[in-house]
T-cell receptor, first 114, second 112 residues
């Protein structure tokens, strides 16, 4: 099925551990973004990319790294997990150009840092 | 910081009634979008309205946009229990090539 695939769906980390959240899309979308969702906070932008080799920071980038070596994949790396990074993480993608269509979201990764 | 702010934060209605949610934003936009999120799931795109449009319909959804007031509303007519979800507005800024900025959402409960 075409769409955005996120893995894993659930993850528990210990403080200080590192990990990579995977995001892949098969719609040839140039634009990809990572958001985190916390209770009562809505979605906050972590990092985004407008194409392979191009990334930029969003509202809450500290503690996270991204890279975009291919159009399909946009992994999010947690360098040294902290309890404040406990959240639900969503990856989203869309075609370039504004006013064309909306984002397609993955089903999310629920991360707990203990 | 959040660009859009939804109002109310929570809304509870009976099945068959209409549900209205509002969204206010701060800066000039290219378009405004509404998304639905069922509990524990990802967001689903519902409708997009461009800055030069004032009203748009999609099935039981009606969206209005007032750029002079920097506000939008989402109306769901003849609500169903399956409409129970959180609804988010998101804005595409005029500056371009920037991702959507989401509000905090309205939690809608439709009671059968």
């Amino acid at each position: 099925n075409a769409g955005v695939t996120q893995t894993p769906k659930f993850q528990v980390l210990k403080t200080g551990q590192s990990m990579t959240l995977q995001c892949a899309q098969d719609m040839n979308h140039e634009y990809m973004s990572w958001y985190r969702q916390d209770p009562g906070m809505g979605l906050r932008l972590i990092h985004y990319s407008v194409g392979a080799g191009i990334t930029d920071q969003g509202e809450v980038p500290n503690g996270y790294n991204v890279s975009r070596s291919t159009t399909e994949d946009f992994p999010l790396r947690l360098l040294s997990a902290a309890p404040s990074q406990t959240s639900v993480y969503f990856c989203a993608s869309r075609r370039p150009g504004q006013g064309v269509d909306g984002y397609t979201f993955g089903s999310g990764t629920r991360l707990t840092v203990v | 910081s959040q660009q859009g702010e939804e109002d109310p934060q929570a809304l509870s209605i009976q099945e068959g009634e209409n549900a209205t949610m509002n969204c206010s934003y701060k800066t000039s936009i290219n378009n405004l979008q509404w998304y639905r999120q069922n509990s524990g799931r990802g967001l689903v795109h519902l409708i997009l309205i461009r800055s030069n449009e004032r009203e748009k319909h999609s099935g039981r959804l009606r969206v209005t946009l007032d750029t002079s007031k920097k506000s939008s509303s989402l109306l769901i007519t003849a609500s169903r229990a399956a409409d129970t979800a959180s609804y988010f507005c998101a804005t595409d800024k005029v500056s371009g090539n920037t991702p959507l900025v989401f509000g905090k959402g309205t939690r809608l409960s439709v009671i059968a």
